[in-house]
């Protein structure tokens, strides 16, 4: 099979699309043939050698992928030919992944495996911030960072899906314009007072603040209301300061830290959740955004995350034929696809999300 893999650590240029031994799957495994391949930016951490990485050289990347049951290792209710997909199983950049069965997720028929591998783990790291992290009510008013980023996008459409008033921060103007499509009915830039303008979009402070860049952490303080939540879910533009426990007594206001895998914890919590996410696609209510393309080998995907802020990115597999034919480029959300011939159905789609979007 071929696989992005890395022998040592560092920028895109120590990856290689190589043959490795096709996988065999042990008992309790399904071995996946990948059709839509995601590159997070976790990955790109992992490549550099400061983010926790499983195996050894060469190491494979990738941990998010969709495609089909080849085998399976042990008596399982997964069988061959069967569509999966999965969003936390190591060496997802290769032809072939073994896969625990706990952490596949079936596919609907109605949902490509481009749509699954640009949702799943965006789509579930927004969806727990609004079920779990703070349970959002109908009526209350939400502060979402970088609203125009991956993450941000899908979790500004669940906001209004379930009844909220959303304001967006984005670093620039043509970020705002993709917020506000997306549904959110205030949008400021991080280079102006957007403090001034939550109080404004919502008299006292909004109800809830959902932080992912993590240096804006005490800023999102001042814009939440008295006895109002700051839901804390990344540090894409670095470290947030300590906070002061008076700051949060003396506004009688909470402080949650969030993370998708201590939520993930079973298949059946995947598979419900992530149904979940599926009937809102279905329906038209939740929209996967999707900008960009890359080749199936992923170094043109890494190479566009050299930016000093961090990039998420999706990519899915394409022929040989088009991986030759098509040339790479970079947005905010892509992904590639397996097909026969070089036509424009056969190239990758991949997400990127810049951390102040």
Same mark, same amino acid.
């Given at each position: 099979m071929k696989a992005l893999c890395f022998d040592t650590f560092g920028g895109p240029e120590v990856l290689s699309y190589r043959d490795l031994p096709d996988p065999r799957p042990a008992p309790g495994q399904a071995l996946v043939r990948t059709r839509a391949i995601g590159l997070n930016f976790a990955d790109v951490y992992r490549r550099r050698g400061n983010y926790h990485l499983q195996g050894a050289p060469p190491y494979v990347a990738g941990y !998010?992928? /969709?495609?089909?049951? !080849?085998?399976? $290792?042990s008596v399982s209710q997964f069988r061959a030919g069967e569509r999966v997909a999965f969003a936390d199983s190591p060496f997802a950049n290769a032809e072939l992944v073994v896969v625990p069965y706990e952490r596949l997720i079936r596919l609907p028929d109605d949902v490509d495996f481009e749509t699954a591998a640009a949702l799943l783990l965006q789509g579930l790291t927004a969806q727990y911030l609004v079920r779990d992290s703070h349970p959002l009510a109908? #009526?209350?008013?939400?502060?979402?960072? /970088?609203?125009? #980023? $991956?993450v941000g996008l899908l979790l500004v459409q669940l906001a209004r899906l379930l009844g909220g008033h959303v304001m967006g921060v984005v670093s620039r103007p043509e970020k705002a314009e993709t917020a506000q499509k997306a549904g959110a009915e205030t949008v400021a830039l991080y280079d102006d007072d957007w403090?001034?303008?939550?109080? &404004?979009?919502?008299? $006292? $402070? @909004? +109800?809830?603040?959902? +932080?992912?860049v993590g240096t804006t952490l005490p800023k999102s303080f001042e814009a939440v209301r008295k006895r109002g939540h700051v839901v804390f879910f990344g540090m894409a533009g670095g470290e947030p300061p300590p906070v002061d426990p008076r700051v949060l007594m003396d506004g009688s206001k909470s402080l949650t830290g969030g993370d998708l895998w201590n939520v993930l914890t079973n298949a059946s919590e995947r598979q419900h959740r992530a149904d979940e996410l599926f009937e809102w696609v279905r329906s038209g209510r939740l929209k996967v955004r999707i900008d960009? *393309?890359?080749?199936? +080998? #992923?170094?043109?995907?890494?190479?566009?995350? *050299?930016?000093?802020?961090?990039? !998420?990115? *999706? @990519? !899915?597999p394409a022929t040989r034929a088009c991986d030759a034919l098509r040339p790479a480029c970079a947005s905010s959300s892509s992904v590639l696809r397996r097909s026969p011939c070089p036509s424009s159905s056969a190239?990758?789609? @991949? *997400?990127? &999300?810049?951390?102040?979007?």
């Amino acid at each position: 099979m071929k696989a992005l893999c890395f022998d040592t650590f560092g920028g895109p240029e120590v990856l290689s699309y190589r043959d490795l031994p096709d996988p065999r799957p042990a008992p309790g495994q399904a071995l996946v043939r990948t059709r839509a391949i995601g590159l997070n930016f976790a990955d790109v951490y992992r490549r550099r050698g400061n983010y926790h990485l499983q195996g050894a050289p060469p190491y494979v990347a990738g941990y !998010e992928a /969709a495609g089909i049951v !080849e085998s399976v $290792g042990s008596v399982s209710q997964f069988r061959a030919g069967e569509r999966v997909a999965f969003a936390d199983s190591p060496f997802a950049n290769a032809e072939l992944v073994v896969v625990p069965y706990e952490r596949l997720i079936r596919l609907p028929d109605d949902v490509d495996f481009e749509t699954a591998a640009a949702l799943l783990l965006q789509g579930l790291t927004a969806q727990y911030l609004v079920r779990d992290s703070h349970p959002l009510a109908r #009526g209350q008013s939400v502060l979402v960072h /970088a609203a125009a #980023g $991956g993450v941000g996008l899908l979790l500004v459409q669940l906001a209004r899906l379930l009844g909220g008033h959303v304001m967006g921060v984005v670093s620039r103007p043509e970020k705002a314009e993709t917020a506000q499509k997306a549904g959110a009915e205030t949008v400021a830039l991080y280079d102006d007072d957007w403090v001034a303008t939550a109080q &404004r979009f919502a008299p $006292g $402070g @909004v +109800d809830v603040v959902y +932080d992912s860049v993590g240096t804006t952490l005490p800023k999102s303080f001042e814009a939440v209301r008295k006895r109002g939540h700051v839901v804390f879910f990344g540090m894409a533009g670095g470290e947030p300061p300590p906070v002061d426990p008076r700051v949060l007594m003396d506004g009688s206001k909470s402080l949650t830290g969030g993370d998708l895998w201590n939520v993930l914890t079973n298949a059946s919590e995947r598979q419900h959740r992530a149904d979940e996410l599926f009937e809102w696609v279905r329906s038209g209510r939740l929209k996967v955004r999707i900008d960009a *393309r890359f080749p199936r +080998d #992923g170094k043109a995907a890494h190479a566009s995350t *050299r930016a000093t802020n961090p990039t !998420e990115t *999706r @990519v !899915e597999p394409a022929t040989r034929a088009c991986d030759a034919l098509r040339p790479a480029c970079a947005s905010s959300s892509s992904v590639l696809r397996r097909s026969p011939c070089p036509s424009s159905s056969a190239c990758s789609r @991949v *997400r990127t &999300r810049p951390p102040r979007s």
